[in-house]
């Protein structure tokens, strides 16, 4: 079992970056994929970004591409989303989630969750 921690939402304006975290309870955290997903009021959850147990791959949505970077540090079970020029439209809860193997987008194939942490963009 893994728990999943995120920290580092608020409420911030346009333009405006914010640094989430996703702290692990185990070091077995380090063999998982990790993601980061989203969910609005009244939309689904969707894929932000995800990054392999090695941090050399990582993958983004393209609504984020360019603008949100995903990395982990292992010796610390700790993978961090750096969110730059944020809009209104990323407004929304966000979710870290683990899984063995590789990334990957789909939400159903993560194991593990955390509870999630407001982000809140004003225009």
């Known amino acids: 079992q893994v728990q999943l921690v995120e920290s580092g939402g608020g409420l911030v304006q346009a333009g405006d970056s914010l640094r989430l975290s996703c702290a692990a309870s185990?070091?077995?955290?380090?063999?998982?994929?990790v993601g980061w997903f989203r969910q609005a009021p009244g939309k689904e959850r969707e894929f932000v970004a995800a990054?392999?147990?090695?941090?050399?791959?990582?993958n983004y949505a393209d609504s984020v591409k360019g603008r949100f970077t995903i990395t982990r540090d292992n010796a610390k079970n700790m993978v961090d989303l750096q969110m730059n020029s944020l809009k209104p439209e990323d407004t929304a809860v966000y979710y870290c989630?683990?899984?063995?193997?590789?990334?990957?987008?789909?939400?159903?194939?993560?194991?593990?969750w955390g509870q999630g942490t407001q982000v809140t963009v004003s225009s």
């Open positions: 990054v392999s147990w090695s941090g050399g791959t990582t």
């Open positions: 989630a683990a899984k063995w193997d590789g990334i990957a987008w789909t939400s159903g194939l993560y194991n593990f």
């Open positions: 185990r070091r077995t955290v380090r063999a998982y994929a």
